[in-house]
């Protein structure tokens, strides 16, 4: 799929969100993506705001691959547009099907979901770990489609796990954030999201 978007010319110009700081202690941030839209306004706040992140794409439960390559090759073209440093993490879809194991049929916000985001946000970790970056946050709970006291609950569980490593649990929607994304969403025209991601979420629109 050719992914040929550009962005708009006010980009990163401004942003809702000003005067944003890293949490006290901070040496860097490692940026867990779930998708392009949902990195929009999240990603420009950062910018605008003078803060550099190391964007970490980590998303095992996507499915089917197709799809997986097609949310993954649209987030690395907004990536290179931005000129920002990403990374790919591994996609293991039959292992992420044996961490959700007798969880297929939880509702969408439900314990599938918890176990999922805390899997991803786990790797997310231990990838900042690895990197030298103390500090990680996600844009799964950008989307008025998550919970994020769910996400949050995934991503201190997470920190309990990575020693010397926090989660940052910045809320991404207020102050005009969200706004912002669904604005920037319609004006770039991505890629069309029909589900959340995995095989049990393709009845329900959760992206868009």
Avoid at 77 to 96: A, F, P, R, S
């Amino acid at each position: 799929m050719d992914f040929n978007f550009s962005l708009p010319d006010n980009f990163a110009k401004s942003s809702p969100k000003q005067n944003l700081t890293l949490p006290e202690g901070a040496n860097g941030l490692v940026v867990h993506c779930c998708c392009a839209p949902c990195s929009t306004s999240l990603v420009e706040c950062l910018i605008f705001n003078k803060i550099k992140p190391l964007m970490f794409f980590y998303n095992p439960n996507i499915y089917p691959q197709e799809e997986y390559e097609k949310r993954r090759d649209e987030w690395i073209h907004l990536c290179k547009l931005l000129d920002i440093e990403y990374v790919i993490g591994d996609y293991d879809y039959t292992m992420w099907k044996e961490k959700i194991k007798g969880l297929e049929n939880e509702p969408e916000r439900g314990g599938r979901c918890l176990k999922c985001f805390t899997h991803r946000l786990t790797v997310t970790a231990m990838f900042a770990k690895e990197k030298g970056i103390n500090t990680f946050t996600t844009t799964l709970c950008t989307s008025r489609w998550k919970s994020k006291k769910q996400v949050d609950e995934a991503g201190f569980s997470a920190q309990g796990a990575v020693d010397g490593i926090k989660y940052w649990d910045q809320d991404w929607r207020k102050e005009g954030l969200v706004g912002r994304r669904y604005e920037l969403v319609k004006e770039i025209n991505f890629y069309n999201q029909l589900y959340c991601g995995c095989e049990f979420s393709q009845e329900n629109t959760a992206c868009e």
